[in-house]
Structure formats: C-alpha cells, structure tokens
T-cell receptor
Framework: GIQVEQSPPDLILQEGANSTLRCNFSDSVNNLQWFHQNPWGQLINLFYIPSGTKQNGRLSATTVATERYSLLYISSSQTTDSGVYFCAVLDSGYALNFGKGTSLLVTP | EAGVAQSPRYKIIEKRQSVAFWCNPISGHATLYWYQQILGQGPKLLIQFQNNGVVDDSQLPKDRFSAERLKGVDSTLKIQPAKLEDSAVYLC??????????????FGNGTRLTVT
C-alpha cells in the first residue's frame, strides 16, 4: 500500500504562533484528507484536498500531487488546536491509509 | 445531520472473553469502515463494507474478529476470544460513496476497549 509519512511527530507552540505540518506519500493519489483528533479522541475531517489549496478560517492546506506531499498550515494557533493531526490517503483498496500523525500542543 | 453513532463508549474485559461493538452510520452513506487505533498510532483499517457486502477485510484477524452489516445500515464488530493486544480504540466511519473523489470520511467517537 501507499506509505504515508508525517513530520514533525511532535510540536509544541505558544498560543498565537503559526505552524506547518507536512505529509509525504509514496505514490500518486487522488484522494487525500487531513483530520484533527482532539484530546477526547474524536476525529474531525478538516480537508479533502487531493490537489491545490484550500482554506478554512485559520487553517489551510496545500497538496502538490506531482511532488507527493501535502502541507497543513495553522495560523494564530489556539489551545483548542491541540491534538493529533493525521494525513490519510486513498489506497488501491478504496480505504484511507493513515500516517502516524503529528501531536500538537498549544500552550497559553 | 446526525453523525456516526457508536456504542458502547468504553469496555473493559478479560482476555479470552468476547465483546461486540455497534455502529450506525450517517443516513444514506453507502460505505462503512471499521478502524483500529492503538495508542500513539494512526487508525488502521480492519474492514470496509459497501452497502452490506464486504469490500476489503484483508487486515481483519479473521481467527478472532468478525463483522457484519445486515441490511446495509448498522454494523457490528465482534472479537472472540480477545487478547491483550486488542486493547485499542475501535472507530467506525462512513462515507457517501466508495473511493469517491469528493467523499470525505466521517468518524464516530469510537469504543475504547481495554483487555486485562
């Protein structure tokens, strides 16, 4: 299956700071999604972004499919942004294959 | 729109016992997934249904795990007998279409299983 690597594995930010999370994948994809798992375990779909750029409030994502990577930008971070961010890509079996995630802690 | 419903929220059992989890997907969603998430890792697909048929169960430990989706709506996942390494969160997800280019996945809150 397609390998998904995320970096950094852990990140600590002070409230108000900006950050960039990266997702590399080993083969071409036509479906890539970013998720946020909050401290209570709920997985929330942030973006469906197989290519191009999307923005939703303080979050934005860019996928460069030809170079096999995607970036998630968090601007003016808030404590509620804490949690684990997962990148997931569609493999040949039509199911999402998840990376190991980036664990983000935003401190006041 | 109501989200994906799962129950129970938590379950503690002893090894070699059996356990079952229930999932009700978002209304109208044809595809249903069960994922296993071990602490510190990303979710791993166990089984995928398209309506009431199994699409992919290649990573399901079939000697102890079973799943069904009767009538193409609700689904149950069973473990019998449980092992210590089955301790994890079991997540159910659904999407409108299988592998659709614009079909995001929606997850339930999960069932946290502890096997002692």
């Amino acid at each position: 299956g397609i390998q998904v690597e995320q970096s950094p594995p852990d990140l600590i930010l002070q409230e108000g700071a900006n950050s960039t999370l990266r997702c590399n994948f080993s083969d071409s994809v036509n479906n890539l999604q970013w998720f946020h798992q909050n401290p209570w375990g709920q997985l929330i779909n942030l973006f469906y972004i197989p290519s191009g750029t999307k923005q939703n409030g303080r979050l934005s994502a860019t996928t460069v499919a030809t170079e096999r990577y995607s970036l998630l930008y968090i601007s003016s971070s808030q404590t509620t942004d804490s949690g684990v961010y997962f990148c997931a890509v569609l493999d040949s079996g039509y199911a999402l294959n998840f990376g190991k995630g980036t664990s983000l802690l935003v401190t006041p | 729109e109501a989200g994906v419903a799962q129950s129970p929220r938590y379950k503690i059992i002893e090894k070699r016992q059996s356990v079952a989890f229930w999932c009700n997907p978002i209304s109208g969603h044809a595809t249903l997934y069960w994922y296993q998430q071990i602490l510190g890792q990303g979710p791993k697909l166990l089984i995928q249904f398209q309506n009431n048929g199994v699409v992919d169960d290649s990573q399901l430990p079939k000697d102890r795990f079973s799943a069904e989706r009767l009538k193409g709506v609700d689904s149950t996942l069973k473990i019998q007998p449980a092992k210590l390494e089955d301790s994890a969160v079991y997540l159910c997800a659904s999407s409108q279409q299988r592998g659709s280019y614009n079909s995001p996945l929606h997850f339930g809150n999960g069932t946290r299983l502890t096997v002692t």
